[in-house]
């Protein structure tokens, strides 16, 4: 990704920040591949998506708002727009070969991730997941609280989509019409009180619990 070569652009606290995100999120998707029982035709369907897809996934996230933000942030730090946007390529690795796994056509991987981050942006998800990375971990205890409610919003995310792309497939303003605008009055509250506030891991918690009981159809979910 080259990091290093921006050094005479970007002041060495941008860099440790570019380098501190690339090492989490390689770790990240690392740790929930081990966690993977997957059969070798899934995993060469995995690698195949990874490597169509990860070299696009730069452009895909330029309809992002919240990544777009990100990138100028990152931009007036002397990081040039095409490094800003791998780096935020790779903070969406995992999400993108979770989604690998919901259809067996690679094609429709990049329309499935589009929807992914715009219903991210949608509800608020992307929101969330950024206060989660602000909560504290000081002790092991509180690393462990913090990781198990970013899993927590992965998996709230990815059910999310693939309830949005079985009802309304490539449309998700088709998909939050359909949904009962007092739960979406409810949840939209419930984001205005959090940014108020300075939201801690029992709030983080209860929102989460919050917006599954409101949003998540009561029935099991099929394959997309």
């Known amino acids: 990704m080259k990091i290093e070569q921006n050094a005479d652009q970007c002041s060495s606290e941008g860099q440790n920040t570019l380098l501190l995100q690339v090492r ?23 690698r195949t998506c990874a490597a169509l897809a990860l070299p696009q996934l730069p452009l895909w996230l330029t309809s992002s708002p919240s990544h777009q933000t990100q990138a100028l942030q990152w931009q007036a730090a002397g990081v040039s727009g095409g490094l800003a946007m791998k780096v935020l390529a790779v903070q969406e690795a995992q999400s993108l070969l979770e989604l690998s796994q919901c259809s067996n056509d690679s094609g429709q991987l990049a329309e499935h991730m589009r929807m992914y981050l715009a219903l991210g942006e949608a509800l608020e998800l992307k929101w969330l997941a950024l206060a989660i990375e602000q909560l504290p971990r000081e002790s092991r205890w509180q690393t462990l609280a913090r990781l198990a409610v970013r899993d ?25 019409a359909q949904n009962s605008s007092s739960e979406r009055e409810r949840v939209s509250a419930m984001f205005t009180e959090l940014r108020a506030a300075t939201p801690d891991l029992a709030m983080i918690s209860a929102a989460l619990r919050e917006l599954r009981h409101r949003l998540i159809v009561k029935t099991a979910l099929s394959e997309v």
Not at 33 to 45: E, G, I, N, V, Y
Not at 170 to 175: A, V
């Open 24 to 46: 989490r999120q390689t770790e990240r998707v690392a740790r929930w591949l081990l966690q993977q029982t997957l059969s070798k035709p899934a995993l060469d369907h995995m």
């Open 152 to 176: 927590d919003l992965q998996r709230l995310h990815k059910e999310l989509f693939m309830q949005a792309w079985q009802q309304s497939p490539d449309n998700l303003s088709e998909w939050l």
